[in-house]
C-alpha cells in the first residue's frame, strides 16, 4: 500500500497485463490505497502483485462483470480492449461494447472520471506532416481509429447526461524508443506518458476534454499546448535525440508513408 497521501481510495487500471498497462502500474500506486488490475482472466492469471494490489480479471464483453469491476472505484484508467487495426467483430466487442459497458458501469458505481486510451488513429487519415489540433475533424484510419471515436463520443455522453469526467488522450507511438521516422513526430516516451496519465487522473475541472499524447518531438504534428496546460503535463522527452539513425527508416511507399496512421493503412481490408 503506498505510505504518502492517495488521491483515490480504489483505482482501477484495465488492460493491466499488457505493455503501456505494466509500464503505467507502478506510477499509478502512487495515487491510491488500492490498484485493481484487470484485463482478460489469461492474461491476468499471473500478475506481479505488489502491496496495495487487487487483480481482477474480466471480459470487457460481459456486462455484468463490468458492474462488479467499477464497484467501490473513484477512477479508471481504460485501456482495455483491441490495441491494434483488425477484423471488425473483436473490436466491435471488445471497444464499442466493451466500452460502452465500462461507462454503464461506471455511471452506476458512482465513478468520477474515467482516463480514457483513445488513439492517434482517430486522425491518421490525415497527411503525415499535417499540423493538427483536437479542434480538427476526426479521420480514422481503420476500424480500430473508428471505434476510439466511438469512445470519446461515450465519454461526452457520460459528461453531459451524467458528470463523469473523462481525459480522452489521443495516444501516439508509446515504446521505450522511437521505432521509425513516423514516430519522429509520434513517440511518447514511458516517462511522459506515465506523467500525462497522472496529470489527466488528477487535474482539477476537466470535465470532457480530448487531449493529444506525445513527448515534446521537435516534429510533432500535433498542436496540443493549450490543452497540455490546462492538464498540467509538461513532456520531458524528445525523438529528435534519434533523428540522424531513423530519419531515412521509413515505411512502404503509398498510404502507409502519406498519412498520420501509417502501418495501419497497410492492414486489410479482412474479406474472407
Same mark, same amino acid.
Given at each position: 500500500m503506498n505510505t504518502a497521501t492517495p488521491v483515490f481510495d480504489t483505482l482501477l487500471l484495465t488492460g493491466a497485463a499488457g505493455t503501456l498497462g505494466r509500464a503505467l502500474a507502478p506510477s499509478l500506486r502512487a495515487l491510491c490505497r488500492t490498484l485493481r488490475l484487470?484485463?482478460?482472466?489469461?492474461?491476468? $492469471?499471473?500478475?506481479? %502483485?505488489?502491496?496495495?494490489?487487487?487483480?481482477?480479471?474480466?471480459?470487457?464483453?460481459?456486462?455484468?462483470?463490468?458492474?462488479?469491476? %467499477?464497484?467501490? &472505484?473513484?477512477?479508471?484508467?481504460?485501456?482495455?480492449?483491441? @490495441?491494434?487495426?483488425?477484423?471488425? $467483430?473483436?473490436?466491435?466487442?471488445?471497444?464499442?461494447?466493451?466500452?460502452?459497458?465500462?461507462?454503464?458501469?461506471?455511471?452506476?458505481?458512482? /465513478?468520477?472520471?474515467? &482516463?480514457?486510451?483513445? @488513439?492517434n488513429h482517430v486522425t491518421g487519415g490525415y497527411p503525415q506532416g499535417h499540423s493538427l489540433t483536437t479542434a480538427c475533424p476526426p479521420r480514422p484510419d481503420g476500424f480500430y481509429g473508428a471505434s476510439k471515436l466511438y469512445g470519446e463520443g461515450l465519454a461526452a455522453l457520460y459528461w453531459q447526461r451524467y458528470g463523469i469526467e473523462s481525459v480522452c488522450l489521443r495516444?501516439?507511438? +508509446? /515504446?521505450?524508443?522511437?521505432?521509425?521516422?513516423?514516430?519522429?513526430?509520434?513517440?511518447? @516516451? %514511458? !516517462?511522459?506518458?506515465?506523467?500525462?496519465? !497522472?496529470?489527466?487522473?488528477? +487535474?482539477? *475541472?476537466? *470535465?470532457?476534454?480530448?487531449?493529444?499524447?506525445? @513527448?515534446?518531438?521537435?516534429? !510533432?504534428?500535433?498542436?496540443?499546448?493549450?490543452?497540455?496546460?490546462?492538464?498540467?503535463?509538461?513532456?520531458?522527452?524528445?525523438?529528435?535525440?534519434?533523428?540522424?539513425?531513423?530519419?531515412? !527508416?521509413l515505411l512502404p511507399e503509398g498510404p502507409q508513408r502519406e498519412l498520420q496512421g501509417g502501418s495501419f493503412l497497410g492492414i486489410g481490408p479482412f474479406d474472407p
Open positions: 484487470s484485463d482478460l482472466p489469461a492474461a491476468l $492469471a499471473a500478475p506481479p %502483485l505488489q502491496p496495495g494490489d487487487e487483480a481482477r480479471p474480466a471480459d470487457l464483453a460481459d456486462a455484468s462483470a463490468m458492474d462488479a469491476l %467499477l464497484h467501490g &472505484v473513484q477512477a479508471v484508467v481504460h485501456l482495455g480492449g483491441v @490495441s491494434v487495426e483488425g477484423p471488425f $467483430a473483436p473490436i466491435l466487442a471488445a471497444n464499442l461494447a466493451g466500452t460502452t459497458h465500462l461507462y454503464e458501469a461506471a455511471r452506476r458505481a458512482g /465513478t468520477r472520471r474515467i &482516463v480514457f486510451a483513445s @488513439s495516444i501516439g507511438s +508509446a /515504446t521505450p524508443e522511437p521505432t521509425d521516422a513516423r514516430a519522429l513526430a509520434t513517440w511518447l @516516451s %514511458l !516517462r511522459d506518458l506515465a506523467q500525462l496519465v !497522472r496529470c489527466a487522473l488528477t +487535474a482539477p *475541472g476537466v *470535465g470532457c476534454t480530448v487531449a493529444y499524447g506525445c @513527448s515534446a518531438n521537435t516534429r !510533432r504534428w500535433w498542436q496540443d499546448d493549450a490543452t497540455w496546460a490546462r492538464l498540467g503535463y509538461a513532456p520531458q522527452d524528445n525523438a529528435e535525440a534519434w533523428a540522424a539513425q531513423l530519419q531515412d !527508416r
